[in-house]
C-alpha cells in the first residue's frame, strides 16, 4: 500500500505497483501491443477491450497507454486516444503504432471510416508520449477504397511504422495482404504508391525492427495466429522466413505481437486471454525477454506468468 502510494505521488499518475507478473495490466482487458521507448522509459500502448463476457465481437472505444522505467513496474497514465477524436471515423479502435519524429509522437491507427465503407487508418500527433494525441490530417490516410488486393473489409488494419536509420519512414499494413509505403517526412502523408508484398499465410500484425543491421519483419500467421518472422538487408526486404518467435494462443486466436529494446535488452509485448473471464473479445497484454541467436535468429519465446526480470533504466524515475 505504503509503495503504491509512494510510486503515485512520484510521477502524479497511478503506478501499478502491486505485482510484477503478466498480464501487465489486471483492471482491464488489453489488446494489440505497440511499444516505444522515449529518454530512458518503455511506453506500451493498447486497445481496450471493453466486451462484456460473452460478448459476440470487439468493443473497442480508445487506446490506452502505461510505462515503465524497468519493465516491471507499470504506470498507468489512462487514456491518450479515442475514436471520437477522428471525426471521420466511428468505431474500433484496433491496433495502432506509435513513433517519435523531431520531437513529435505520431500515433497510427485503424479505425472504421464513418462514409468510406471499412477500416481505415488515422494519424494522430502528440508532443508527448502520454498524449493527449489529436488527428494530425482531418482525414483518413488510408482507406478501403485505395487497396483492392481482397475483398474484405477490414484488410487495411494493423499500422505497423518504421522510421529507417537514412530517415525514411515506412508504414506497413494489411490483412491476408501485405500493403507498405514510404511516408513522408511530415509523417503525415504517403510518399508514392502503395506496394504489396507476398507472404506465404500472412494473417495480418506487420512490424518491422532493425537489430544490427539486419531488418526484421515480425507478423502474424494462420488463424489462430502464431507469431513469425522473416529477415531482409532492407525495409522492402527481399524477405527470408526464418521461423516461430511465440506459438498460438489458446482461447483466443489473435496475439498481436511488439519487439523493442529497452535499457540493453530485448522484449516482445503480446496479448492472450489469461486473466480470469479473458477470452476472444477479452484479451490482456503482456511481455517476455527476447533473445537472439549468435547468428541473428531470434530464440523462441514461451509465455510466462512471471515475465521478464526487473532492468532499472538509469535516470528513468
Ligand atoms: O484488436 C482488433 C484486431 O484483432 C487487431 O487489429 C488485430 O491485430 C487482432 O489483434
Not at 477524436?85 to 479502435?93: E, G, Q, R, S, V
Not at 517519435?100 to 487508418?121: D, L, M, Q, S
Not at 507476398?198 to 500467421?221: C, M, N, V, W
Not at 522484449?267 to 537472439?292: C, D, Q
Request: with cysteine; charged share 20%; glycine share 10%.
Amino acid at each position: 500500500m505504503f509503495k503504491q502510494s509512494l510510486c503515485a505521488l512520484a510521477l502524479g499518475a497511478v503506478t501499478l505497483c502491486a505485482h510484477a507478473a503478466n498480464p501487465i495490466v489486471r483492471d482491464i482487458f488489453t489488446a494489440d501491443p505497440a511499444a516505444l521507448v522515449d529518454k530512458g522509459r518503455v511506453y506500451l500502448y493498447v486497445g481496450h477491450d471493453e466486451a462484456a463476457v460473452g460478448g459476440p465481437d470487439y468493443v473497442m472505444k480508445e487506446w490506452r497507454v502505461f510505462s515503465s522505467c524497468d519493465m516491471q513496474k507499470w504506470t498507468d497514465h489512462g487514456s491518450p486516444l479515442n475514436v471520437g477524436a477522428f471525426k471521420w471515423a466511428k468505431k474500433d479502435a484496433w491496433a495502432g503504432d506509435i513513433v517519435k519524429r523531431n520531437g513529435k509522437y505520431y500515433f497510427y491507427a485503424p479505425v472504421e471510416h464513418a462514409t468510406i465503407p471499412g477500416k481505415a487508418i488515422g494519424v494522430a500527433v502528440s508532443s508527448s508520449p502520454t498524449g493527449p494525441f489529436v488527428d494530425a490530417r482531418g482525414s483518413a490516410l488510408i482507406t478501403n477504397d485505395m487497396t483492392r488486393e481482397t475483398d474484405i473489409s477490414w484488410d487495411d488494419i494493423d499500422p505497423g511504422v518504421f522510421l529507417d536509420d537514412d530517415g525514411q519512414a515506412w508504414l506497413y499494413w494489411g490483412n491476408r495482404v501485405l500493403k507498405y509505403a514510404k511516408l513522408k517526412k511530415n509523417m503525415t502523408e504517403l510518399d508514392g504508391p502503395i506496394h504489396t508484398q507476398g507472404i506465404d499465410q500472412f494473417t495480418e500484425a506487420p512490424y518491422l525492427h532493425k537489430h544490427k543491421g539486419t531488418y526484421y519483419l515480425s507478423y502474424s500467421r494462420l488463424f489462430p495466429e502464431e507469431t513469425v518472422y522473416a529477415t531482409g538487408k532492407s525495409a522492402t526486404g527481399p524477405w527470408n522466413f526464418r521461423g516461430v518467435i511465440m506459438d498460438k494462443n489458446e482461447g483466443v486466436k489473435t496475439i498481436h505481437q511488439a519487439i523493442v529494446d529497452f535499457n540493453g535488452k530485448s522484449y516482445i509485448f503480446y496479448h492472450n486471454s489469461k486473466l480470469p473471464t479473458g477470452g476472444e473479445f477479452r484479451r490482456s497484454v503482456a511481455v517476455e525477454e527476447l533473445h537472439y541467436n549468435p547468428d541473428g535468429t531470434i530464440a523462441h519465446v514461451d509465455q510466462t506468468e512471471a515475465g521478464p526480470a526487473a532492468n532499472p533504466s538509469p535516470g528513468c524515475k
